[in-house]
């Protein structure tokens, strides 16, 4: 398994495209992976740096706690909900999206699903017809990849600009789409809405907006929802409970169709999701249950905390990374929960990328990160600062130890 990756990620196997290798290697593939290149007598705990788990800062909210465990009790909740999900559920979403929008929601416009990766496997097909593509975000998330092509949707990647906080390439964009053409994603918060609906207006094409860090930005910039400009472009928003209340693990996520003209009604796209939840698993009831209770009554210092803490961790990850000359800032998180960091392989020995980088410092410091292969950039690695603070501190400091063993040059 590793030598097939690492052939790939090298560019050894040439007819195999970055892109034919996210089909292929999903992330949970690449977590598999580096857990198998952990040893098993380093006597350290290991520093996951690699999956962004908000569970492990340990932050819950005993609100969301209390709410699943009163749905539970109530026994209300046990039998087989609709496939669109619960009244209750689409309703309290419903509200919850339209605090930031000038149009209100339906709960008719949401769509409860297995988490965010669910509304993903639903959306896409359901946009699908004979020879469309679609407009994917490099680095990006690479489910979308995978279930574009189970679509039979062709994918053209745009870049996104590290030099300038890795908004999106405008005219990248406009360059690759055609009549063909059925939507553009883009993960928000992170990039120009007003500009994005525009162009998708150009292009007469649908945005769908991945919005799982909703909310969780602590730079200058606020966070805009995409919806807000619904009535000027078709927007699809894809969100979940899983970052903002830190539970990925309770799998409830929603698809939106924040589209007040009523387009994806008139051309049989909410039929087709429609159809399609019927063939997909559901969230369990009682965390559907939960969720009126858990959106209303969780207070704001709670979100005040925990984006604090991100802000916290994401000032300790660029103050230590810029010590180590092998790794490149492009600039200063401001929002979500990773990093993307740029290696400077001219000053590494025996290295030839960031797969290897992975598999080593994985093997000799215990510590995980993401080579950025997997989201679609090479030689990049991305670093999740998801975790409590003084396991962030642990593992970077391992990984400047690593690279200093790995330097040609001992100047760190």
């Not at 896409?124 to 092509?149: D, H, Q």
């Not at 049989?268 to 009831?285: E, F, M, N």
């Not at 604090?308 to 000032?315: F, G, T, V």
């Amino acid at each position: 398994m590793e030598n097939k990756w690492k052939k790939w990620s090298t560019g050894e196997n040439p007819e195999h495209t970055i892109t034919e290798v996210s089909k292929t290697w999903n992330m949970k593939d690449a977590l598999s992976l580096l857990q198998e290149n952990l040893p098993e007598d380093d006597p350290r705990s290991t520093v996951h740096l690699a999956l962004g788990d908000p569970s492990l800062i340990r932050c819950t909210s005993p609100v969301a706690e209390e709410a699943v465990i009163e749905a539970l009790r109530s026994s209300n909740f046990n039998g087989y909900p609709s496939n669109c999900g619960l009244p209750l559920a689409r309703r309290a979403i419903a509200e919850y999206l339209s605090r930031d929008l000038p149009y209100k929601l339906s709960p008719e416009d949401v769509y409860v699903t297995c988490g965010c990766k669910a509304a993903i496997e639903t959306i896409l097909p359901a946009l699908a017809r004979p020879g469309a593509n679609i407009l994917l975000p490099r680095p990006g998330f690479p489910c979308y990849e995978s279930f574009a092509a189970l679509s039979n949707l062709e994918v053209r990647h745009f870049d996104l600009l590290p030099e300038k906080n890795w908004e999106v390439d405008l005219d990248a964009v406009e360059a690759l789409a055609d009549e063909n053409t059925v939507a553009i994603v883009i993960i928000n918060p992170g990039n120009p809405c007003p500009s994005i609906a525009e162009i998708a207006r150009k292009l007469t094409i649908t945005v769908i907006t991945d919005e799982v860090y909703a909310h969780l930005t602590y730079g200058e910039i606020p966070f805009v929802p995409m919806g807000v400009f619904g009535s000027i472009v078709p927007v699809i928003t894809l969100g979940s409970i899983s970052k903002r209340w830190m539970v990925p693990g309770w799998r409830l996520g929603w698809l939106v169709t924040t589209d007040p003209t009523g387009f994806f009604r008139k051309v049989g796209v909410v039929d087709s999701i429609k159809t399609l939840l019927c063939h997909s698993p559901d969230p369990a009831t009682f965390i559907q249950g939960a969720v009126p209770n858990i959106i209303a009554k969780t207070p704001e210092e709670y979100f005040s905390r925990t984006v604090h803490i991100l802000k916290q961790a994401s000032e300790i990850c660029y103050s230590r990374i810029k010590e180590i000359p092998c790794l490149t800032f492009s600039c200063k998180p401001e929002g979500g929960m990773f990093v993307m960091v740029k290696l400077n392989l001219s000053q590494l020995k025996d290295i030839k990328d960031d797969t290897e980088f992975c598999l080593k410092l994985a093997k000799e410091e215990s510590v995980t990160t993401l080579p950025g292969t997997v989201v679609g950039l090479k030689n990049w690695i991305r670093i999740s600062f998801a975790t409590e603070l003084s396991f962030l501190e642990d593992g970077l400091e391992r990984i400047k130890s690593f690279c200093q063993r790995q330097a040609k040059m001992q100047s760190l």
